[in-house]
């Protein structure tokens, strides 16, 4: 009887051990995560990467794509890059842990499947009413899980792409987490070019960057301008890819032989140049006659490839840098692009209060104030000297709940008559001082039970304040609209004596 083996019938092993030279160690060691094969070859077998790719597609069950560790984790996103030997060109996959799904994308999140007995054993301390804070949620694994036990978890992740997946995880694993789900994600923005810094060219690309991310809940913290040199991009690339969530790059990405930004990419993360195909395709589609095209193609190895539109130029991707093209035509839709990939925070508001005064009459307030909402929102103030008559601009930036609060409490300590255009002039804040007071000062308490029986018995536009300025009219007044601010109503009706009032008040 004649015994045919072919190749399905021999083991990954043995399979590679007789293509291999005999003097290199068969590689054994992987990690299946979902659909991918992940490898870590050795610089030995390198040179063999593609067919031993091809054998681990072939002999791993479930396996449709495998990858090869190429770089070590560096950046705060910690994740490492990759490379593609077979298969699909598919990072995208699902894996199972503790009952719970996870989808991600591989090769922009930290997935480690060895930390799965480590999350197991940790969650089994926790009961309901525990409270967890998850400061390196990545896509989950250890959020979700102790979510599901009721534990009240707040979970980051400065990773925006983690993030993305972590809201999806929650959502599929049934766990409500959507209000403890944070992402803070810190944006820094390089700018190339010789003629930037010569200022034959003004840059509005800066701008239109930090209007989008801030209009996203996204800081841009850091901007700069760097010169055509190759060496200066490379290093500020690789300090910034190490401080910052995301990395922009403007510039230096065109056919001249001073379009370097690509080549200082490489360099900034030890990679190679070299022709991508599908970028390629899409350029030579785009200008099918001009082979100079190809130099628009060589980038560096391991890169993403994000399509914008059928009209605008591709940007590339390597770890979180992404590097757009210097010309606005084709920076903002790349910018808007990737901003919507982003988006997951909690946008930013913004207020602000312009008073007829200099910066110096305020100073002592608003260094109070900035002390007293420090880490919670940034208080701001900017000299105005475009109108006829200076003021000083005051901003508030945080989130909407926060500013309205601190606003009001602001509004309470800057004398009232200099606030220009004020709608509201008695505030929630100033009314709950007034009520805050009742409590502990019974004159005040039965001043109010009398207004508000007052109100009780009478319409509202059956009663009138009489006001000229004076002390005992203006507490009068103030105890008044904290009634009608408790009854909603909207305003009060007021006779102002002008014959006998107070140069304070006119």
Not at 87 to 101: D, L
Not at 202 to 231: C, F, P
Not at 297 to 318: G, L, T
Not at 462 to 490: M, P, Q, W, Y
């Amino acid at each position: 009887m004649d015994i045919t083996l072919k190749y399905d019938n021999w083991r990954r092993d043995v399979t590679l051990k007789s293509i291999l030279p005999e003097d290199i160690e068969v590689p054994t060691a992987y990690s299946l995560v979902g659909h991918i094969v992940q490898l870590n070859l050795r610089d030995v077998h390198l040179p063999y990467k593609s067919i031993i790719g091809q054998i681990f597609l072939d002999k791993t069950a479930n396996a449709r794509t495998v990858v090869n560790k190429i770089d070590t984790i560096n950046t705060s996103f910690r994740y490492f890059a990759m490379e593609i030997l077979a298969g699909e060109r598919n990072t995208i996959t699902s894996a199972k842990e503790h009952g719970c799904t996870y989808q991600f994308d591989f090769a922009q999140v930290y997935w480690n499947p060895r930390l799965s007995t480590e999350h197991t054993r940790i969650i089994t301390f926790m009961t309901q009413g525990d409270i967890l804070y998850d400061v390196f949620a990545g896509v989950g694994p250890f959020a979700i899980p102790a979510a599901r036990k009721k534990v009240q978890v707040f979970a980051n992740d400065l990773n925006p792409e983690s993030y993305k997946w972590l809201q999806k995880n929650a959502f599929v694993n049934k766990s409500d987490m959507s209000q403890q789900i944070r992402h803070f994600c810190t944006v820094s923005l390089i700018v190339v070019g010789d003629e930037i810094l010569r200022g034959q060219i003004i840059d509005t690309n800066t701008s239109y960057l930090a209007k989008n991310l801030t209009a996203a809940g996204i800081k841009l913290q850091k901007v700069i301008m760097v010169s055509d040199i190759v060496d200066n991009i490379a290093k500020e690339i690789r300090n910034a890819s190490k401080q910052y969530s995301i990395v922009f790059t403007s510039g230096g990405v065109g056919p001249t032989h001073d379009d370097v930004t690509y080549e200082a990419v490489a360099k900034a993360f030890e990679l190679k140049l070299e022709l991508n195909q599908e970028l390629f395709d899409i350029y030579t589609r785009m200008n099918p006659d001009q082979a100079e095209i190809k130099r628009l193609a060589i980038v560096p190895n391991a890169c993403k490839i994000i399509i914008i539109d059928s009209e605008a130029f591709p940007v590339i991707n390597i770890k979180n840098v992404y590097v757009l093209p210097g010309s606005p035509k084709y920076f903002k839709p790349a910018a808007d692009t990737i901003i919507s990939r982003l988006k997951g925070c909690t946008p930013f508001h913004f207020e602000h209060i312009d008073i007829a005064l200099n910066e110096l009459s305020i100073v002592n307030v608003l260094d109070k104030q900035a002390k007293r909402w420090d880490g919670k929102i940034k208080i701001g103030s900017y000299p105005q000297y475009e109108l006829q008559t200076p003021f000083t601009r005051i901003t508030l930036e945080g989130p909407k709940e926060t500013i309205a609060e601190a606003k009001e409490e602001l509004l309470y300590h800057l004398p009232i008559q200099k606030i220009i255009n004020l709608k509201h002039k008695f505030s929630n804040f100033q009314m709950n001082i007034v009520l805050e007071n009742s409590k502990s000062e019974k004159h005040i308490k039965c001043a109010l039970d009398i207004l508000n029986d007052c109100y009780e018995r009478y319409n509202q536009n059956e009663i009138f304040i009489s006001f000229n300025g004076g002390k005992d009219c203006t507490v009068v007044l103030h105890l008044a609209a904290t009634i009608a601010k408790l009854r909603n109503i909207s305003s009060l009706l007021c006779l102002y004596v002008t014959d006998d009032s107070f140069p304070e008040i006119d």
